[in-house]
């Protein structure tokens, strides 16, 4: 079977960069994205493609070569659906808010109501893929309505999780570590499998295309992002202890990450951990792993969550205490709010719930993103209901100038590493703050001894 037409349901994060890629490399195949928030889809729409509703590295040239030609973003679902032998279901699976599995399981109406829209849509035979992160076992529910409340035809389901981090989506989706595709082992599962892989090696070699039967696929996506967010907080759990005993933790990193079986990639310690997957997904596996009764397995995966709030908690209680325990009308300097660099992306970033902490202790917060609004900070805290909109609104300040955000002010803490403030004049920062002038990096991005000549007090994480 030969692809001539996809379909994507989901503008987001993942749907809008990979539909993307897969029409520049395809310009044989038609892709349509299809989304209902209006304002999206207008987004992806604009002619100029700096104002994307993304912000990616590479984003808006991929964007400008295939739009219009092969690439095409619209909110008429129904027609896109009908159209495609192959459509994509790439909504988001948010923790649950409400009911069972509240705050731990994933959220599936999304995919529920996707997966009832193509059913009734749908009059020839399709091939639906789940690209989004999913719960094992989710392809069976997926095929329970399909079936049942279809027109008759047939639906193959294929699981093709997506490994993409944001800021580096664009290169990730043009070199992959490997294409991950699951399906049935039926002749018809088999044709469906090879339909997908086809259309990944148009630019991917075929022996990183591992197919693989489709709970194997599904699984694989939550322990990808399990074992990542698991190094992490092994590594935030060494900088405390490097911080009582003299050990760096940046040397420590360095040194067992040379060790080929351990390796280098994610040692870095942070602030904690951010991003709308990492704890999203292991609270979804706890989930999953309870309810089939494995309390070990459960208690072992959370205990990476646990260790990430506390990561976030430590570093707001190290202000405090640092500050002669009292923020109070302090004004603290945020530079970064995005959840890591070259993101506009805020979920679940760090700054939030330290921002938060500090905010209970009546700080005043300053904050300068290169990528994030005023109205995005504000709607992030918001959204934890902690105190009413009007005294988050009065507690914070935005800025377009780093300079400016940081003056008058006692303390900087660093959230997110963007690289532009490693280059700062940070003389002239210090200059314009308080004193004695404290820096708190929660990236380890800053030179320590220049801080420390230039008269700051300079705190790492894990040293
Ligand atoms: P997102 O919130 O950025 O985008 C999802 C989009 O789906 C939204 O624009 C929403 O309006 C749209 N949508 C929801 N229901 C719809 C419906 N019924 N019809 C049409 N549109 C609908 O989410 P995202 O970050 O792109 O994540 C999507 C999925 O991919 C999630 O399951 C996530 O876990 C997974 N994932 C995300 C990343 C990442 O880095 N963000 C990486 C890998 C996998
Ligand atoms: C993650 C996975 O990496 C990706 O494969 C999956 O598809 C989606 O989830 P993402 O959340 O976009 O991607 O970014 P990632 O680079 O994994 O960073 C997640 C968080 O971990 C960020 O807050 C980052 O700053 C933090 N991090 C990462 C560290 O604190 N230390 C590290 O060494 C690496």
């Known amino acids: 079977m030969k692809i001539t037409k996809i379909c994507c349901i989901g503008a987001g994060y993942v749907g809008g960069p990979t539909m993307a890629v897969i029409a520049q490399k395809c310009p044989h195949i038609q892709v349509t994205v299809v989304d209902l928030n209006e304002q999206r889809i207008k987004d992806w729409n604009d002619p100029n493609t700096d104002n994307l509703p993304i912000y990616e590295p590479g984003l808006s040239e991929v964007v400008a070569e295939a739009r219009g030609r092969n690439l095409f973003f619209s909110t008429n679902v129904e027609q896109a659906i009908d159209q495609a032998e192959v459509i994509f279901i790439s909504v988001n699976t948010p923790t649950k808010t409400y009911g069972k599995g509240k705050g731990m399981a994933a959220d599936l109406k999304y995919i529920e109501l996707c997966a009832r829209q193509i059913a009734k849509v749908a009059k020839s035979n399709k091939i639906v893929v789940e690209k989004s992160t999913l719960p094992v076992r989710t392809a069976e529910a997926i095929k329970s309505i399909l079936d049942n409340t279809g027109n008759g035809v047939q639906f193959q389901i294929l699981s093709n999780p997506e490994f993409l981090a944001e800021g580096t989506a664009v290169t990730d989706l043009l070199n992959p570590d490997r294409i991950l595709i699951g399906g049935d082992s039926t002749p018809e599962g088999n044709d469906a499998i090879n339909a997908l892989v086809d259309v990944y090696a148009n630019w991917v070699s075929k022996d990183k295309i591992l197919t693989t039967n489709v709970w194997s696929s599904e699984l694989s996506k939550l322990t ?32 067992i990450g040379m060790d080929s079986r351990i390796g280098s990639k994610f040692l870095k310690a942070s602030v904690g ?6 704890q999203k997904d292991i609270l979804n596996l706890v989930y999953i792993a309870k309810s089939y009764g494995l309390n070990e397995v459960a208690d072992y995966w959370e205990q990476v969550i646990i260790m990430n709030d506390y990561q976030k908690r430590r570093f707001s209680n190290k ?145």
Request: charged share 25%.
């Open 224 to 255: 990808a992002n399990a074992f990542l967010a698991q190094r992490i907080s092994s590594i935030n759990a060494m900088s405390e202890l490097c911080e009582k005993t003299g050990a760096d933790v940046n040397e420590v990193a360095r040194a």
């Open 273 to 278: 951990f951010g991003g709308s997957c990492f």
């Open 319 to 463: 202000i405090v205490q640092t500050l002669y325990n009292t923020v109070a009308d302090k004004k603290i300097t945020f530079l970064g709010w995005a959840f890591k660099k070259d993101t506009n992306d805020t979920r679940e970033s760090a700054a939030i719930y330290v921002a938060n902490d500090l905010i209970n202790e009546q700080a005043k917060i300053s904050v300068y993103d290169p990528k994030v609004s005023k109205n995005k900070i504000l709607s992030d805290l918001d959204y934890l209901d902690t105190r009413k909109p009007s005294e988050n609104a009065d507690a914070v300040l935005t800025f377009e100038s780093p300079y400016q955000a940081c003056e008058g002010a006692h303390a900087i803490a660093i959230l997110t590493e963007w690289d532009e403030f490693i280059k700062y004049d940070w003389q002239k920062i210090y200059d314009s703050m308080q004193k004695p002038a404290f820096v708190f990096d929660g990236r380890n991005i800053l030179n320590a001894k220049e801080l420390n000549k230039i008269g700051f007090i300079y705190n790492a994480i894990g040293s």
